[in-house]
C-alpha cells in the first residue's frame, strides 16, 4: 500500500465525530509526557465503570489462563489492565502525531542487532507480535530503528482508515491486509521484514486448536505455519513494553527463534503459543486481556464466556 490519500468525501457529516476524536486526542498528546502518564491511568481506572463486559472478558480470561492466581490478585491486574489500556489509547494518539524526534526520547532499544543478524544474505524476517495496549507505537518505535511492512485488518471508517494508515506509515514502508498472503510472501522472498501478530482468536477458519497457558484447547491462527512454510523466513519476535512509572518504554528485539516445527503444523502452533506465553510475561498487565481470545470453540464444545 502506498501513502494514503486525503479525499473530499472523508469531510462528510458521517466523519465529523471522528474528526472531532482525533482533534480531541490530537491536542491531548502534545502535554508532557509524564502527564500523559497519569492521564492515561486515570482515564483507564474512569473506563471501567463503562466497559462492564469488557471487564468481565479480562476476569474471565485471567481466570482461564491463571486458574491458579488468587481473586484478590486477579482484581488488581484487572485494574493494571485497564490503566494500561487508559494509557494505549494516549500511545495510539502519541504514535501518529508525535513527531520523530520526541518519540526516540521515550524509548530504549534492546537487540536490535538480532533483526540484522536475521536479515544477513536478505533473508526475509516475520516479525512476531503480540497486542500489547502499546502496539501503535511499538510499530511506530520499530520503524525508526527500522522501517518495515506490516499486516493488519483495514478499518471500517474510511476516515480513521485514512488517518490510521497515515500514522502507521510515518516511520514503516507499507500495510499488508491480513488476508493478502501472496502479497507477505513476496515480500518475505524480496527480503523485507514483515510485522505478524498471531496471538488472537481470527476464527475457525485458518486455525488449530493448541494450548495456551492453561487453556488446552485455544484458537490459534495457521498464518505463520503458512508464511514459514511458502517463504522460509527467520521469525523473530519483537514487543515494547512500558516502563513503570512513566518512565517511557523499551522495545525488545529476540534473537531468531530455533527449531521451529514447519513440517508439522499442530506442533508449529503449540510452539508458537509457548512463544506468545513468554512475551506476554514481560509485561502481562500490559497485554489486551479485553479480546475473546477463546471465543472460537472445538465443534461440540461449550463456550468458555458466559
Known amino acids: 500500500m502506498t501513502s494514503p ?14 474528526w472531532f476524536g482525533l482533534g480531541v486526542l490530537f491536542l491531548l498528546v502534545q502535554l508532557p509526557y509524564p502527564v500523559l502518564y497519569r492521564l492515561g491511568i486515570w482515564l483507564g481506572r474512569t473506563s471501567m465503570r463503562f466497559l462492564k463486559r469488557r471487564v468481565s ?13 488468587p481473586a484478590n490478585q486477579v482484581e488488581a491486574r484487572i485494574i493494571s489492565n485497564f490503566e494500561s489500556l487508559g494509557m494505549g489509547l494516549l500511545e495510539t494518539g502519541m504514535a501518529w502525531f508525535w513527531s520523530d ?31 500489547f495496549m502499546s502496539l501503535e507505537l511499538g510499530g511506530r518505535a520499530m520503524g525508526l530503528c527500522q522501517p518495515m511492512m506490516a499486516m493488519y485488518r483495514p478499518h471500517n471508517n474510511k476516515a480513521m482508515e485514512f488517518v490510521q494508515t497515515w500514522g502507521r506509515m510515518r516511520s514503516n514502508k507499507a500495510m499488508l491486509d491480513r488476508k493478502d498472503l501472496r502479497g507477505m510472501v513476496h515480500a518475505l522472498k524480496k527480503g523485507e521484514a514483515v510485522w505478524f501478530a498471531p496471538d488472537q482468536d481470527y476464527g475457525p477458519r ?5 494450548p495456551l497457558f492453561a487453556v488446552d484447547q485455544a484458537a490459534t491462527t495457521s498464518g505463520t505455519f503458512m508464511l514459514a512454510r511458502l517463504a522460509k523466513p527467520a521469525l523473530v519476535t519483537v514487543v515494547l513494553v512500558r516502563k513503570a512509572g512513566g518512565k517511557g518504554y523499551e522495545l525488545v528485539i529476540q534473537p531468531q527463534l530455533e527449531d521451529y516445527p514447519i513440517d508439522d503444523e499442530m506442533a508449529a502452533a503449540a510452539y508458537m503459543n509457548r512463544v506468545i506465553e513468554k512475551e506476554i510475561m514481560r509485561a502481562p498487565d500490559q497485554y489486551l486481556w479485553l479480546h475473546r481470545r477463546f471465543k472460537t470453540r472445538p465443534a461440540g464444545t461449550p463456550s468458555l464466556y458466559r
Open 5 to 18: 490519500r486525503f479525499r473530499a468525501s472523508f469531510l462528510h457529516p458521517r466523519y465529523w465525530l471522528t
Open 57 to 69: 472478558i479480562t476476569r474471565r480470561n485471567l481466570q482461564l489462563c491463571f486458574p491458579d492466581l
Open 206 to 210: 485458518g486455525s488449530v486448536f493448541a
Open 101 to 131: 524526534a520526541r518519540v526516540k526520547r521515550w524509548f530504549d532499544v534492546s537487540g536490535l542487532h538480532n533483526l540484522k543478524k536475521a536479515q544477513e544474505n536478505n533473508q526475509g524476517v516475520l516479525v512476531i507480535g503480540v497486542h
